[in-house]
């Protein structure tokens, strides 16, 4: 080593600097997987006991399928690189087929692998999005015909118009880590959806709304921890470096936005309910961080508190608005993805370094680009469905359950047991 | 980069590693925060079914005020750097206003933003030791108050007289991650409320002491598991930047005294109570954790397996201890938190590497000083909330459950269902 | 730093990346910690009720002996080191007594105390998969000394023979991250223990194969997700550095194996059951992560996909097979780990680098010796157990469940009370 120059040390130097920052990359991938299980167990806390089993399938099928497809076709639909043909839509080719160089420093601050494994994490949230509004009435087959296109050419393409280079990106429209390109869109998808389906049976009826809750809390505030604790990899990763300065403040405005949603929600549905509603406040938390992820990376604290208290104010508003217009979603994802995700779009026009009513405008065009897009995309999809396979099991399957019609089993096998024990001595 | 200097190379490698030790301690944060669902999920399974919502909810509502909370005000208390008057009090102003440079290596071996971060972290632990202890009977508004106050005032003061370089520092005292400052300091509150609140109805019988079994015990089990998870976080971390060979010794030394920790919770319980007791064998993980997280970098793997091994054997005896002075702890809280954590912070002048009859007593006077100070702030402030608000529900309201009292829900709705089924056929 | 030279600037560079690398393996420790609560739960839900706080409190303590006796002895059985005498046996010594050297980068690419904590958290593994096969009929006391054993003297053997430089490393046997190692290993000790200890009663019946369907569904799909992430540290950790591009290819090798997983034991078991079986898909995942876990560093994607996939059709009619044989499997632990392990270690001659007929026979060679070792060791103690002390509760404890009679407790308190209260209405 003694005739190290300084261009060699240089060169090591950055070398480890490319390390860092690929690691983080990874780490943040893994963290954004884990959303997959807050999801999962998310939605099986809010719904019926009786469909529990359908869900936790769907879900464990949802993150398969995704990656799977993110791989086969999404990725370089999304990122279509030097095939790339036009601002609004793109494709690389099938497969990933990485060169040498593309596994090396050349490629960026990471590798081509982490590249796509990071991305395709986030891919299959959209469809999972959808699986919880569209909970305990959708057939299984339906949905999963349903989840597979809309990550394989929905949200690449939608995707691809700001993160791949496309038009919004040449507008000027900005998402930092996808409260459009992934929250609002995985939520108009999910009101398309919702709205192609129907309400469960007895849902709103003559005499008014009947509310279902939930089956397990506990499992639902998992669910919640779980998404906040990989949302630091969600919002933190699309830093897309280690970079110290920008990836603690993304730290920051994410933590104190879902705080803040988790207070707008307390207070909100407390002045609107009069009581203290433990599924508001979870979902008002899930509100802020889908809110300050369009900005995370513009802000200071103060606006991202005030962005996520609006966003965990807006939910319980936005519960009561869609149950009034007689859209039945069992998880709220609607209010959470769609309309937080719209207002943390617009908020980045507001409170973000390049505020101010061109950048307000280009933020209101981008999320409604997006969003009716999907929601037309999805609406469609779903009816082509509807009208061919059918969509929608019988009233017979809804009233037993999908646990039992779909999957002859039951979530929790021994509790009949024991109350059957109990009926029985 | 042809003209490179070994002047501007060292600087890139400098750089390099504050990426990596930010990162780190980015990482742990994350770690730390995830102990909030480790002890919402412990705290919840310890519980009765009737108190599960209520327990969910305080525990998401304690990490949104105490994130705040610390941003507003705790932070510039417990570090008031050149505001500093005093080895007792200090106050930098509110709310968060870095430099340019606070951003940069200029700082430190991270930043201001990572700094705020993890150490906000840490500060709603405090409240969060507190809840499970005063589960099951206080009024929600009322344990709101009383924790947003904790977090604000009480906490970041005892902080800074060693961390902040107050006093205690100044004397010698040693809490490398918290043993006396978090967890002792948590304990002490909660045993302060707990008298002040008073034991649950039919706890303590003229016929004996009755056991009021928590409900869900994979739930505790989650619990346990995660707070050791993000024990790796809290230890780790606690190194303040990514140093080989510290953080590796502290990963060590936190899983060989966790692991010793069951171990002596199983053995001792066994020789108690002649079963083989989980919650027991739960609360000796934590137990040894609590009592390594002192002088988790002070020592080598045989007295961290003797510290742990000390602290899983004190759990089954302090647990019944405090059931004998009948202050009622529904999961355990006191024993755990501040019985492990005096006996962790003594432990580093008995193993550390200044260990001695001098170190001892520094250790004692510190340990001491703070469970003093924050016992009294903490009676006094839940006496003060007593005689005021009210701190406790209703005798119905009690034996109906905060559940439905506090809440109007029910955490798990459908087994009703299937045990009314039952019952009807 | 005026005077800095390039051989200074060189030395820091080489620091900071040794700073990342030993970061990412302290970081992969505590992914491959959280398996062992994916493992916890995944048993939990899978096992009847009534035995679920004894599958806890064995999953609890196997962590924490683990840790101690490869902290006393296996660590050293299994790097044995200068005083390695032999290819298939040798020992270092009692304890861990590293040199001052062996905590800088002098060490390699992390420190030794780094090197023993990852290392640590494998070894657990091993007793842990046996834990699920032996569920619900197992006394406890002989499964600890069962898995006291098997973690502190078979594991550290058979793991020598590779990853400690032995005589399988000399022939060329390739296993990355343990699919034989860990987890062929771990399922040939569970296949052992399954047939020296009987099938739990009335499971094989004159009249038929008797189905016991485990008792909580979310709880065994937490475990799932909680495996699949940890198992980005077990195979990513196992790069052991932070190398950008190996590391992220396993990273997506992993991922994508496991998605095929899911998808083959769909597709397998609705064609065998015709239902959507959410036990076959969850272990199809499992079986999917084992699969690739012998050669996640030595094939591009489309081959990972081709080995879940296989692996997650396997599932199915393995767990079909071994209930034709009457070898009773509670969570189809031998179906995973042994089948699927013994199918990823053969596919690295297939799929892998040096794929071809001769390093076929060198994977065939390797995983039958480290299987039939396991075998043999694990039926010999398990009847040495079976002769002395006994390894089987009563008849009268096993149908009134292990919780009640080896701990006096019971996993949910309040059902009971809810069955009980409906009953007498």
Same mark, same amino acid.
């Given at each position: 080593?003694?005739?190290?120059?300084?261009?060699? =040390?240089?060169?090591? =130097?950055?070398?480890?600097?490319?390390?860092?920052?690929?690691?983080?990359?990874?780490?943040?991938?893994?963290?954004?997987?884990?959303?997959?299980?807050?999801?999962?167990?998310?939605?099986?806390?809010?719904?019926?006991?009786?469909?529990?089993?359908?869900?936790?399938?769907?879900?464990?099928?949802?993150?398969?399928?995704?990656?799977?497809?993110?791989?086969?076709?999404?990725?370089?639909?999304?990122?279509?690189?030097?095939?790339?043909?036009?601002?609004?839509?793109?494709?690389?080719?099938?497969?990933?087929?990485?060169?040498?160089?593309?596994?090396?420093?050349?490629?960026?601050?990471?590798?081509?692998?982490?590249?796509?494994?990071?991305?395709?994490?986030?891919?299959?949230?959209? =469809?999972?999005?959808?699986?919880?509004?569209?909970?305990?009435?959708?057939?299984?087959?339906?949905?999963?015909?349903?989840?597979?296109?809309?990550?394989?050419?929905?949200?690449?393409?939608?995707?691809?118009?700001?993160?791949?280079?496309?038009?919004?990106?040449?507008?000027?429209?900005?998402?930092?880590?996808?409260?459009?390109?992934?929250?609002?869109?995985?939520?108009?998808?999910?009101?398309?959806?919702?709205?192609?389906?129907?309400?469960?049976?007895?849902?709103?009826?003559?005499?008014?709304?009947?509310?279902?809750?939930?089956?397990?809390?506990?499992?639902?505030?998992?669910?919640?921890?779980?998404?906040?604790?990989?949302?630091?990899?969600?919002?933190?990763?699309?830093?897309?470096?280690?970079?110290?300065?920008?990836?603690?403040?993304?730290?920051?405005?994410?933590?104190?936005?879902?705080?803040?949603?988790?207070?707008?929600?307390?207070?909100?549905?407390?002045?609107?309910?009069?009581?203290?509603?433990?599924?508001?406040?979870?979902?008002?938390?899930?509100?802020?961080?889908?809110?300050?992820?369009?900005?995370?990376?513009?802000?200071?604290?103060?606006?991202?508190?005030?962005?996520?208290?609006?966003?965990?104010?807006?939910?319980?508003?936005?519960?009561?608005?869609?149950?009034?217009?007689?859209?039945?979603?069992?998880?709220?994802?609607?209010?959470?993805?769609?309309?937080?995700?719209?207002?943390?779009?617009?908020?980045?026009?507001?409170?973000?370094?390049?505020?101010?009513?061109?950048?307000?405008?280009?933020?209101?065009?981008?999320?409604?680009?997006?969003?009716?897009?999907?929601?037309?995309?999805?609406?469609?999809?779903?009816?082509?469905?509807?009208?061919?396979?059918?969509?929608?099991?019988?009233?017979?399957?809804?009233?037993?359950?999908?646990?039992?019609?779909?999957?002859?089993?039951?979530?929790?096998?021994?509790?009949?047991?024991?109350?059957?024990?109990?009926?029985?001595?």
């Amino acid at each position: 080593m003694a005739n190290v120059t300084a261009q060699q =040390a240089m060169e090591a =130097a950055n070398e480890a600097a490319f390390l860092t920052n690929n690691l983080w990359i990874l780490v943040a991938t893994v963290l954004v997987f884990i959303m997959h299980l807050g999801f999962a167990t998310l939605e099986s806390g809010f719904v019926q006991r009786k469909n529990t089993v359908n869900i936790l399938f769907k879900n464990a099928m949802i993150i398969a399928i995704g990656l799977l497809t993110y791989c086969l076709i999404g990725f370089n639909l999304m990122y279509p690189g030097a095939d790339f043909a036009g601002k609004f839509f793109g494709f690389g080719g099938f497969g990933l087929n990485p060169s040498e160089a593309d596994l090396t420093s050349a490629y960026g601050d990471y590798t081509y692998w982490s590249d796509f494994i990071f991305q395709g994490m986030f891919a299959a949230t959209a =469809a999972t999005i959808v699986s919880g509004a569209v909970a305990e009435r959708i057939k299984l087959e339906s949905f999963l015909i349903f989840a597979t296109i809309l990550v394989a050419i929905s949200y690449p393409i939608t995707g691809m118009w700001k993160w791949g280079g496309g038009w919004l990106d040449a507008m000027g429209f900005y998402d930092f880590a996808g409260s459009t390109l992934v929250h609002a869109m995985g939520g108009a998808a999910a009101l398309a959806a919702a709205i192609v389906l129907g309400p469960r049976l007895g849902k709103y009826t003559p005499s008014g709304i009947k509310p279902i809750p939930g089956h397990n809390m506990p499992l639902a505030a998992v669910g919640v921890f779980l998404l906040w604790f990989g949302w630091f990899g969600f919002n933190g990763g699309s830093v897309l470096s280690a970079d110290a300065a920008n990836v603690s403040l993304v730290f920051v405005t994410t933590a104190l936005a879902a705080a803040a949603g988790a207070v707008g929600a307390f207070i909100a549905s407390y002045l609107l309910f009069k009581s203290h509603d433990l599924s508001m406040v979870l979902n008002g938390i899930l509100g802020g961080l889908v809110g300050i992820t369009a900005g995370a990376d513009q802000m200071g604290p103060m606006s991202a508190v005030l962005i996520g208290l609006v966003a965990g104010v807006i939910i319980p508003f936005s519960v009561v608005f869609f149950d009034r217009i007689k859209v039945d979603d069992p998880v709220g994802a609607t209010s959470v993805h769609l309309v937080c995700g719209i207002w943390g779009t617009l908020a980045v026009g507001i409170f973000g370094k390049m505020a101010g009513m061109g950048q307000f405008i280009n933020q209101l065009i981008g999320t409604l680009a997006v969003c009716v897009f999907t929601f037309a995309f999805s609406f469609g999809l779903m009816y082509l469905l509807k009208v061919t396979i059918g969509i929608r099991v019988s009233e017979e399957e809804e009233i037993k359950g999908l646990d039992i019609a779909e999957h002859g089993a039951s979530a929790y096998q021994n509790v009949e047991n024991a109350a059957f024990a109990a009926n029985i001595q």
